[in-house]
């Protein structure tokens, strides 16, 4: 009933369906030119030329030698920049697309037409911009504390990742992350628990990177059959636990989803969706702080889950905002250009 006046008859809706595959065009193209053309320079270490690749970008942003974050950062982004104009092209096709289909759908705009399937209100997502836009202060004291434990003059992206505390070497092979995950998600039950291991030990995770392989990680699921994980899992990145547990917690809220509903209800809301993967997150973050004698590790911890926040909230709330603002150029009939 709340959809009767964003519905088409069954010719328009089934021209509109016609072109979905064509709609997911951008993202597909984004993803091929970035993940498989996009070929990076070598990076000059201690030990001599090391390859730089997407999942390896991160783990040099965590070293302690600043020109070598320097030069990752330089030579990973000289490739975006490179082909700046194809993908700002890419993106616009993607904006105008949106904007279209609300509008063809009787939507007042493009982020009305996100929210309604959600029910939720554009106030709330000006509400959370303006919330955190009021908030800034303490993320710009961080920096400068940042700063000046890094003893740096000044701080660029490339300073944002590296940890403040010294002589913390983590390694951690993909069993191990395993064990590490399960034990800190025992509070979930058995059930839960034994799931979930015999998952990520038996065929639901692609786990390291290759050649032409998507970058990032998620996880995506189907009505019947197991969920499928997708990471580009590093030994030597603490953060690579942290996303194997994240997408492990999308999964097992699929499985519970799959179990407890029936078809056309199993899917959840995407306002929803992080929930059961960050509060996996925060169980392990609070096991490892409980159990860990030392108290440089602990601070290291805690050094990560200030960088998490600022990633989970400011981060994404400015992609929001961005978003919001470059959907309203197409709407009002500006011109979306790199250099606006």
């Known amino acids: 009933l709340r959809y009767k006046n964003h519905v088409l008859s069954v010719s ?9 595959e064509i709609e997911a ?6 993803a091929a030119l970035t993940s498989a053309d996009f070929s990076f320079d070598d990076i000059e270490t201690l030990v001599g030329m090391e390859p730089l690749t997407h999942s390896l970008y991160p783990v040099y942003l965590l070293n302690k030698n600043r020109e070598i974050r320097k030069q990752a950062f330089d030579k990973f982004y000289h490739q975006f920049d490179q082909h700046k104009n194809s993908l700002a092209q890419t993106f616009v096709c993607s904006i105008k697309q949106d904007c ?9 705009s493009a982020r009305y037409a996100s929210l309604y399937k959600d029910n939720v209100a554009p106030a709330v ?4 911009i303006n919330a955190v836009s009021e908030k800034l202060a303490p993320l710009k004291k961080y920096y400068e504390l940042r700063k000046r434990q ?6 660029y992206t490339y300073d944002l990742k590296v ?6 070497n983590v390694n951690y092979n993909y069993d191990d992350a395993v064990d590490l995950c ?18 990520l030990l038996n065929g639901w995770v692609d786990k390291y990177e290759n050649k032409g392989k998507q970058q990032g990680a998620f996880s995506a699921s189907t009505f019947k059959g197991p969920p499928f994980i997708l990471l580009n899992y590093q030994n030597k990145s603490f953060d690579s636990v942290f996303t194997l547990i994240h997408e492990a917690g999308h999964s097992m809220h699929s499985v519970y989803s799959k179990k407890n509903n029936p078809f056309h209800d199993y899917k959840y809301s995407i306002f929803v969706a992080e929930v059961a993967s960050t509060f996996n997150e925060e169980l392990l973050f609070q096991f490892m702080l409980k159990n860990s004698a030392d108290e440089k590790f602990k601070t290291y911890l805690i050094n990560k889950k200030i960088d998490d926040i600022i990633g989970t909230i400011y981060r994404q709330t400015m992609f929001a ?9 197409e709407e009002q009939c500006q011109a979306l250009t790199l250099e606006n």
Do not use: M, W
Request: net charge negative.
């Open 182 to 199: 399960i034990n800190s998600l025992q509070v979930l039950g058995e059930e839960y628990c034994q799931i979930l291991r015999d998952g």
């Open 150 to 155: 890094l003893k740096l003059d000044y701080l």
């Open 12 to 20: 328009e809706e089934k021209i509109i369906a016609a072109y979905l």
């Open 321 to 329: 905002e961005f978003e919001k603002l470059t959907h309203e150029f």
């Open 25 to 30: 065009g951008p993202q597909k193209i984004f």
């Open 100 to 108: 279209l289909k609300a509008k063809l759908h009787n939507f007042p």
């Open 125 to 128: 997502y000006d509400g959370l």
């Open 163 to 168: 940890p403040l505390v010294d002589e913390i």
